[in-house]
């Protein structure tokens, strides 16, 4: 991610070209424990971090903007920067997907329909979970 955009863009292309089969589409940021590590001496912990949470808050604020209705976003830095991204100011809680994790409904400006979000922190949910979380949405 600090050298351009090229795998932000490839995310996006993954992410788009599966959008009409209305299956859910996993994205993640992770990379061996000995990239992460020099990544973040190269850059700072911080800034590494920050880059990450940019790119995948940026992904989602596109995905909602092409028509993407649900989003489950995990870890909890993350998740406040998807929230920020997308201007959320309001959620409404919904249905437990596990204990301390519900869905929640998010209204949206110049959109009918409110947006369904999960937020994952820490250890909540079990190894299921995201299975889950859709079935509970379902």
Do not use: C, M
Not at 15 to 44: C, F, H, T
């Amino acid at each position: 991610l600090a050298d351009g955009d090229k795998q932000w863009e490839q995310a996006l292309a993954f992410a788009l070209e599966r959008l009409s089969s209305n299956v859910p589409v996993l994205i993640y940021a992770s990379a061996d424990p000995e990239k992460v590590k020099a990544a973040q001496a190269g850059l700072g912990v911080e800034r590494a971090g920050h880059l990450v949470e940019e790119a995948l808050s940026q992904l989602a604020v596109t995905l909602v903007n092409e028509g993407v209705g649900r989003l489950l976003v995990a870890g909890g830095e993350t998740s406040g920067a998807v929230v920020s991204a997308l201007g959320i100011t309001t959620l409404r809680i919904g249905e437990q997907i596990d204990p301390g994790v519900p869905w929640t409904q998010a209204p949206l400006a110049g959109r009918e329909a409110p947006l369904s979000l999960a937020l994952k922190s820490g250890n909540f949910g079990g190894v299921d979970f995201f299975t889950r979380a859709f079935e509970v949405l379902a």
